[in-house]
């Protein structure tokens, strides 16, 4: 199988780069300043993994990309799904083409599934410290890099080709696994993901901060509780150990690493923070969920932009 990724940063150009390193058929969309560089010099890759790397992948624009693909990662932040996002989908498509969305924010299969009907859309998430630390240069730090992914309920799509993903994915390096609720999944990682860069743009610390015990990592716990909370609301068949987890996951990333919302609040530039904060703040109040935690630390990032509104 060929492999499209289209958002080449921390996180799409960490499995463009892996696969590539494992011999498979892959390429990329990217903009910029990065995508000058992967054309000029190559993707560069920091692996904590996979050590250093320069790798000569295809890359273009998503207006220039003309192939097919039968595999299309979507690893846009979650502000950027739109028309162009769509187009590039139908273009690159042809029939028994499957498209995963890797994104940190709630319910995006869905969403791309309205946009491009005809295409085989399944969902996703990854686990994975993966930023861009140059142009043209990934990291990817720690020793997690797992993605999971699946098919919502009356998606249609033949357990040999998810197989052949998995494959393809462990082949390079990358743990993956087929979801037997993508829903439950997805919220999981929203929970965790959610809890972990609210918390850490909250109060500007990287995450061996939220490892060690304190009010920092109480904050942490508690937005997780609260998320639980809004999932079991949802109907969503969320874990009852899933605070526990988001504990488990965080203690295993790299101390010194931040989450991208972190990154991007920081250097002033867009950020997830309308689909891993406020949008949470949305659900929990349409379905009646109180969230004192989350309401409390939403205060600070309210003062930052009025644009934001709950």
């Given at each position: 199988m060929n492999y499209l990724i289209a958002g080449t940063g921390g996180v799409g150009g960490s499995i463009a780069a892996f696969l590539a390193l494992a011999g498979k058929d892959v390429s990329c969309i990217a903009r910029g300043e990065h995508l000058a560089a992967i054309q000029r010099d190559g993707l560069r890759l920091h692996s904590d993994l996979k050590g250093e790397h320069t790798l000569r992948i295809p890359a273009c624009t998503a207006e220039a990309y003309t192939g097919k693909a039968d595999v299309i990662f979507v690893c846009v932040k979650g502000y950027s799904i739109d028309a162009s996002i769509a187009g590039l989908i139908q273009r690159a498509a042809r029939p028994g083409t499957v498209v995963i969305p890797i994104l940190n924010v709630y319910g995006t299969g869905p969403r791309i599934q309205r946009l491009v009907p005809g295409v085989t859309v399944l969902?996703?998430?990854?686990?994975?410290?993966g930023f861009v630390s140059g142009k043209g240069e990934v990291t990817q730090m720690g020793r997690i890099f797992r993605l999971v992914y699946g098919a919502h309920r009356g998606t249609e799509i033949s357990r040999q080709t998810l197989q052949a993903v998995r494959d393809d994915l462990e082949e390079s390096g990358i743990k993956a696994e087929i979801s037997d609720d993508i829903d439950r999944d997805t919220f999981v990682k929203w929970s965790f993901i959610s809890a972990m860069a609210v918390t850490g743009a909250y109060?500007?610390?990287p995450m061996g901060e939220v490892q060690q015990p304190g009010p920092v990592r109480d904050t942490f716990t508690a937005l997780s509780r609260e998320s639980a909370e809004l999932g079991?609301?949802?109907?969503?068949?969320?874990p009852d150990d899933l605070v526990d987890y988001n504990l488990r996951v965080m203690d295993k990333l790299d101390p010194h690493s931040t989450a991208s919302m972190q990154k991007d609040l920081a250097r002033g530039h867009e950020s997830e923070v309308q689909g891993l904060l406020f949008d949470l703040i949305d659900a929990a109040e349409a379905h009646g969920v109180d969230i004192p935690t989350y309401h409390r630390v939403a205060q600070k990032f309210r003062q930052r932009n009025s644009t934001f509104s709950v």
């Open positions: 969902d996703g998430c990854i686990y994975i410290v109060y500007d610390v079991r609301r949802m109907g969503i068949a969320v």
